[in-house]
């Protein structure tokens, strides 16, 4: 596809659940990134990936967040035990050259909107 | 520690009155500075990337400036359809390409 397709678009889960968010990057894209949009404009990156490599994972909190990029599948991004802090919006970019490449520009889904009650 | 500061928080401009964004940058060696345009409920949206000090890029209403501390967003003659926050990112030499955002600049643009 020529977007990146971000699913759901909202989700709400209680205290303690679990959370599952998709992306699907644009095709021939090999680099996708996380960010957590908090607080309206505060990005913060969690994690990268380079088809489906772990590229940067410096971001990421190490306890309850995990991310896969599996190929023929959407990418996810998984929180389980959510806490009240993790209500953010969270984006999905993708990126068909990765890092070192010049004019690298990020193409961002619409982001999914977790709230946790 | 690398950071990004833009200013104003929020800009308020009648139709056609021009202005400029701030992004204030420090960073452990710049690879490239990013302007984006963020619309209410959507990702960000890529206009511009500068690499070094003096370049300057251009796209409608809209032209983008680096210096070795700081971009200029500016704007000329805005349309109410420019209103949008407005995101600068730098690219740091020594990440794996991730970008660090600022804060943003929420642009008004009253007809």
């Known amino acids: 596809g020529e977007e990146v397709a971000q699913t759901p678009k909202h989700l709400v889960r209680g205290e303690g659940q679990k959370a599952k968010l998709y992306c699907a990057p644009i095709k021939g894209h090999s680099y996708v990134f996380w960010y957590q949009q908090v607080l309206k404009n505060e990005f913060k990156f969690l994690i990268s990936?380079?088809?489906?490599?772990?590229?940067?994972e410096t971001g990421m909190p190490k306890e309850r967040f995990s991310a896969k990029c599996l190929p023929n599948s959407p990418c996810s991004l998984e929180i389980q035990a959510t806490k009240l802090e993790d209500s953010a919006v969270y984006f999905c970019a993708s990126s068909r050259r990765g890092y070192g490449a010049t004019n690298e520009k990020l193409f961002f889904g619409s982001g999914t909107q977790l709230s946790v009650l | 520690e690398d950071q990004v500061t833009q200013s104003p928080e929020a800009l308020r401009l009648q139709e056609g009155e021009s202005s400029s964004l701030n992004c204030s940058y420090t960073?452990?060696?710049?690879?490239?500075l990013f302007w984006y345009r963020q619309d209410p409920g959507k990702g960000p949206e890529f206009l511009f990337t500068l690499y070094s000090a003096g370049e300057e890029k251009e796209k409608e209403r809209l032209k983008a400036t680096l210096t070795k501390k700081e971009s200029f967003l500016h704007i000329t003659a805005p349309k109410p359809e420019d209103s949008a926050t407005y995101l600068c990112a730098v690219q740091a030499r020594g990440s794996q390409g991730n970008l660090i955002f600022g804060k943003g600049t929420k642009l008004s643009v009253k007809p």
């Open positions: 960073v452990s060696g710049l690879r490239g």
């Open positions: 990936f380079q088809n489906e490599n772990v590229f940067d």
